[in-house]
């Protein structure tokens, strides 16, 4: 199983676009998110760098759970995918 911290995922439509992603390079992966700690968990068989490639080209910046904290998510300004302001936390 793969983890990836991915930041910029904020809302519901940020995790159907990032599962769609995955499901279209692999229609056999489980997936599973959590908003709350922006994680992004998935078991297949097509190897980790194939998939944060299609989280990537989906949008977003994932990163291997192992290389960041996914405990502390970085306080950003930005928005989210269909445009909702996010708090500064």
């Known amino acids: 199983m793969y983890t990836f911290n991915v930041e910029d995922m904020t809302c519901g439509h940020c995790a159907s676009s990032i599962t769609a992603a995955v499901h279209a390079q692999d229609p ?7 908003l709350a700690l922006k994680w992004v968990q998935v078991e297949s068989t097509v190897p980790a760098a194939a998939i944060e490639s299609v989280i990537r080209d989906a949008g977003y ?22 445009g909702t302001a996010r708090p500064v936390r």
Not at 61 to 81: E, K, N, V
Request: hydrophobic share 30%.
């Open 28 to 34: 056999a992966a489980q997936v599973r998110v959590d």
């Open 61 to 82: 910046t994932p990163r291997p759970l192992g290389l960041t904290d996914s405990t502390t998510p970085a306080a950003r300004a930005s928005g989210c995918c269909c």
